[in-house]
């Protein structure tokens, strides 16, 4: 049996018959195509999985297809988030800064870092370590740090200041 949902995906409507009993990640990864959600744990630990549900994080892999009816999904392979929007192949300010100070890490877990930030600078356009440390926390990393995380977090913040002080002048 499977159920009709009608949802958005990185800005695209789509209506869509769901297993009541999938995951989000399946429904993206499996019916979709949009591998760039990756599966690490399924047990809401690793972040891995990480999407953005109606401008929130959530773990994709703890919340059913079903449950992104009439909602807004956005993953790693959309380009609507940040203050200077990324055309389709090209990378967004939050993508270029891991890039530009070593916050990319393993392309495991990179994504859904990448998620959280675009969704904490949304919310919180200038955030402090804390606030960033937080917005971070469920996203593991099992090799490398976050030192470099938290300093494209900075980059991509200090850098959208700037450019609402030069277009506010
Ligand atoms: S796969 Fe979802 S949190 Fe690990
Ligand atoms: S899990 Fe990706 S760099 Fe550690």
């Given at each position: 049996m499977s159920v009709p949902i009608s949802?958005?995906?990185?800005?695209?409507?789509?209506?869509?018959?769901?297993?009541?009993?999938?995951?989000?990640?399946?429904?993206?990864?499996?019916?979709?195509?949009?591998?760039?959600?990756?599966?690490?744990?399924?047990t809401a630990s690793c972040g891995a999985c990480t999407v953005v549900l109606d401008g929130n994080t959530v773990k994709s892999c703890c919340v059913l297809a079903a449950e992104a009816d009439g909602r807004s999904v956005q993953t790693i392979e959309g380009h609507v988030d940040g203050e200077r929007r990324a055309r389709p192949g090209e990378l967004d300010d939050v993508q270029e800064a891991f890039v530009q100070v070593q916050g990319m890490q393993c392309g495991f877990c990179t994504p859904g870092m990448v998620l959280s930030v675009r969704a904490l600078l949304a919310a919180n356009p200038d955030p402090t370590d804390q606030e960033a440390k937080a917005a971070i926390a469920g996203n593991l990393c099992r090799c490398t740090g976050y030192v470099?995380?938290?300093?494209?977090?900075?980059?991509?913040?200090?850098?959208r200041a700037h450019a609402k002080e030069s277009t506010d002048v």
């Open positions: 949802t958005i995906v990185n800005g695209q409507s789509i209506d869509l018959a769901v297993d009541p009993r999938s995951t989000l990640v399946d429904l993206l990864r499996e019916q979709l195509g949009l591998t760039g959600t990756h599966v690490g744990c399924r470099n995380i938290l300093r494209a977090i900075r980059r991509v913040a200090d850098e």
